[in-house]
């Protein structure tokens, strides 16, 4: 059974920093792919950063150099590092892999961006 979990959220000040873990299990991990996505009140689910098994990385338009996405297979955990959060980063971040043809979510993990 693929589980993923997520943590390291919180509320923050703006300018401030947050490293969100995602921990997976029931996939072999470092063949996987990873990737972040968030959502906002009201929004639709959107594109953070993936991570490829070899460590390619990408980002949504508008990270901006701000968040960094890494992994450590040893551990089975993905990261992502937020630096510069402002009140727009205000979201539930999700993290997901894709196992057999199937997205996997985990439950999510709430930022709040405070101004």
């Known amino acids: 059974q693929v589980q993923l979990v997520e943590s390291g959220g919180g509320l923050v000040q703006a300018g401030g920093s947050l490293r969100l873990s995602c921990v997976a299990s029931?996939?072999?991990?470092?063949?996987?792919?990873m990737g972040w996505y968030r959502q906002a009140p009201g929004k639709q689910r959107e594109f953070v950063a993936t991570i490829t098994s070899d460590g390619t990385t990408n980002y949504g338009d508008f990270v901006k150099g701000r968040f960094t996405i890494s992994r450590d297979n040893a551990k089975d955990t993905a990261y992502l590092q937020m630096n510069a959060l402002a009140p727009d980063d205000t979201a539930v971040y999700y993290c997901?892999?894709?196992?057999?043809?199937?997205?996997?979510w985990g439950q999510g993990t709430q930022v709040t961006v405070s101004s």
């Open positions: 997901s892999a894709v196992h057999i043809g199937r997205v996997y």
């Open positions: 029931g996939i072999t991990f470092r063949f996987n792919a």
